[in-house]
Every structure is written in C-alpha cells, then in structure tokens.
C-alpha cells in the first residue's frame, strides 16, 4: 500500500500523515502494526480453510477417523 491510498484509508490528508511520521511515529508504528497483523489474520484464515477442505476430505472416506 502506498503512502498515499494509507492516507486515504485512514481519511487523512497525505500531509497530514506525513507529519504523523515526524511527529507522532508511535501512532504510525502502531498503525503499520495494525496492517501487519491484518495480513497475517488474512492469511491464517486462508491456510485454516485448505486444513479444513483436507480433514473434510480425509474424514469422507471413512477410512480413518480424525478427531
């Protein structure tokens, strides 16, 4: 994401967040970690839907049980 579509995300002004850089870099790391963590939410929740598709899979056959 580029500084300018954060901006605009957060309803700020480019400026504006800018000065938050200079001015309040606490606010801008808690920010970037709010992102981060974002992603990682996104991909945990896309691995956690292919560990289902495979128990389901598994678990159809009847073959072996999984708890």
Known sequence: ???EEL???LGV???TLYNWEKE???LVKLINLGLTMED???EAEK???KL???RDKATSSN???LK
Request: aromatic residues 4%; proline residues 4%.
């Open 47 to 49: 691995h956690l839907e």
């Open 63 to 65: 073959k072996f049980k």
């Open 52 to 54: 289902k598709a495979i």
């Open 40 to 42: 990682q939410i996104d």
């Open 1 to 3: 994401m580029t500084k």
């Open 13 to 15: 002004s480019l400026k």
């Open 24 to 26: 309040k870099p606490g």
């Open 7 to 9: 901006a605009n995300e």
